[in-house]
């Protein structure tokens, strides 16, 4: 109640909340923090980062997903996420076939930006991670590599992965 006593009315003590938590969420500080937040999971032995604002959705269960003939391996097919049809790629399988790990669980992710979504189907997601800084690098799909003392981290560049899966699938048959 000594809050409200302060203020006229409840309405000008949420008129001035309203106007400090504007100001909290500019804060460069939660920007650079943003900037740095990625999904981060894995797809056979290798760990693998995308930026958390291309992540618009995480399921254990995806729709039907029908196959499409005469594909590479990794094209799992198409899939129905709420009227959109989307690529399903196993991801798991274009970057490590030779990879033995079988997952009884896998985890699919719908991935968008600006030019289209797609989803991806990888072994387990490890969460969100921060990690302000990266190795540049361009090779393949890959603009970022990050090594930590225990593990090293591939960061995916989605618009890359979409155009380069597509153009290999088309020169293999």
Known sequence: MTVLNKYQTAY???RVYVRQ???VRQTPETV?????????FYAGDKGFLVRS????????????????????????????????ILFVLNFSL??????????????YVVLGSEAE????????????????????VNDGFYD????????QWLRINIDRLLNNSLLAQTAEH
């Open 12 to 14: 000008d003590c949420l």
């Open 21 to 23: 938590s504007k100001k």
């Open 32 to 40: 650079a923090t943003k900037e740095g937040l990625y999904l981060a």
């Open 53 to 84: 604002d291309q992540v618009l959705e995480i399921t254990r269960k995806a729709q039907i997903i029908t196959p499409l003939p005469f594909t590479a391996p990794w094209m799992e097919g198409l899939v129905n996420v709420r009227g959109d």
């Open 94 to 107: 274009l970057v490590a076939p030779e990879s033995s790990r079988k997952v009884r669980d896998p985890v």
């Open 117 to 136: 979504s797609f989803m991806i189907k990888v072994d387990d997601i490890q969460g969100m991670r921060h990690f302000p800084e990266m190795i540049a």
């Open 144 to 151: 970022g590599v990050r090594v930590t003392p225990l593990e």
